[in-house]
């Protein structure tokens, strides 16, 4: 086998993405991924370790200060793939001023699974132990780093939740107060898709988008509202598929297990699967 041919004809195949070298590096993934669990040993100390507290000895201030520095790092190599300019270190400041609201947030996010779960038997245990909780943290970190429009970065932290956990919320959804995620595998919830307070999703609900418009060129319309409203105080029950950005669940409805969803319903509905007649 010729491997310096191999190397000249992989070097020669035209690519569609921008060529990545030592001056300009793309974003390193398992430095992004290390910056998680630095974050969550930081929001939760005692409950979740990374690799800067066992080896380095690093809590509190130090472990902010590390956080600091590798995220402005990651971003400035993000900003690369951007066409306006981006403030890294302004943006990384912002986003850790921004940690103890989400610390607040997700007390909240305890209380409901706790609530929301009769197997349950302490917060400690919902904290520790599931899978909704550890996708829902990554996906409120991440989603501040969407607010600052950092979503290159944004999108490697809530992937990694997604594969460790099967719970696939782009972090660009916009989600309340005591969010309930019960089960949680097969979860999607799609980047403009709106949630108010005190709802619970069980396994296999998606919140996506109809088929895509198109433009003049065939090519889809991005930047569009795509993925539908839910209201407050809603239950969305296991394989429930609701699509459309124009859709709106109204609040304090249950929505019942395998429905599908195109149209909108209004507060206090109970909407449930009927299969077809024999």
């Known amino acids: 086998m010729e491997l310096d041919r191999v190397i000249k004809e992989l070097d020669g195949t035209e690519s569609v993405v921008r060529p990545v070298t030592r001056e300009a590096p793309a974003p390193d993934r398992k430095a992004v991924i290390e910056v998680i669990k630095d974050l969550q040993a930081l929001i939760f100390p005692g409950y ?53 609201a989400v610390k607040a947030l997700l007390m909240k996010d305890v209380i409901a699974l706790y609530e929301g779960d009769p197997a349950a038997k302490s917060n400690e245990e919902v904290l520790l132990c599931y899978p909704g909780f550890y996708a829902i943290t990554i996906y409120r970190l991440a989603h501040e780093l969407y607010r600052l429009k950092v979503p290159l970065v944004s999108r490697i932290m809530t992937e990694f939740a997604h594969e460790k956990t099967g719970i696939d919320i782009h972090a660009g959804a916009t989600i309340g107060e005591y969010f309930c995620i019960d089960h949680g595998t097969g979860i999607v919830v799609g980047e403009t898709t709106l949630i108010g307070d005190h709802v619970k999703l069980y396994q296999g609900v998606t919140l996506g988008a109809r088929s895509f418009e198109l433009d003049e060129d065939g090519n889809p319309v991005k ?53 077809p007649k024999a």
């Open 48 to 100: 979740f370790t990374s690799d800067s507290v066992r080896q380095d000895g690093l809590n509190g201030a130090g472990l902010l200060a590390k956080c600091r520095a590798t995220l402005t790092d990651e971003i400035k190599k993000a900003a690369a793939f951007r066409k306006d300019d981006l403030d890294a270190q302004a943006v990384v400041d912002a986003f850790l001023e921004r940690l103890p």
């Open 223 to 275: 930047g569009i509202k795509r993925h539908p409203n839910i209201g407050s105080t809603v239950v969305i029950y296991a394989n429930a598929t609701i699509l459309g950005g124009d859709v709106f669940i109204g609040d304090n409805s249950t929505i019942g297990g395998s429905v599908w969803l195109t149209k909108s319903v209004p507060a206090g509905s109970k909407i449930y699967y009927k299969p």
